[in-house]
């Protein structure tokens, strides 16, 4: 593709024992193989957002990294029936740098497999401009879902994929000509 979409995955968990790594991964690998992405990511563990939400050339690198986005997917656990603290500080952090854009999410944990925790981010993004993917990627009992590789074998979750990756192209494709056309009023 002569001009790939910009698609920033931001991987949410910051615990020391965290099992993001291995979903956010996966999911690399997963979407690394359409061409209608040129993939980065953004590890919350390692980018150092004050969560008094100051400003620093930090920051300023964090927010120019997202302006230059034309899509994000979160991978994002689930902490007593929410999400990430971090997470939250990553989106209050920037302002318009969200607008217009799609996000989708990939989501897990126990038995919920992190659903409630997409449910309530949908709000968050909804807030911020963000047009939020229908589809999800959801990984119950994760840690069960996942070979010593990294691989799954969880038909439900490599289809959703499949389909969040191609609906979150198209959004973004959509929002990026209408950007450039007719720059967002918000």
Known sequence: MDNPLRLEVIVASVRPERFAPVVADWFLRTVRTSPEFDTGVIDLSETPLPVDLTDNP?????????????????ITSEYNHGYPASLKTAFDTAKREWRAKPIGFVSYGGLSGGLRA????????????????RETVSFHQAKKRFDSA?????????????????????WARTLRTARAVDPYPG
């Open 150 to 170: 990294g691989d799954t074998q969880d038909g439900a979750a490599i289809d959703a994929a499949d389909r969040l990756i191609s609906q979150l192209a198209w």
């Open 58 to 74: 930090a920051v300023e690198a964090y927010r120019a990294r997202l302006a230059a986005a034309d899509a994000f997917v979160a």
């Open 118 to 133: 997409v449910e309530q981010l949908r709000q968050v993004v909804a807030e911020i401009h963000m047009v939020s993917i």
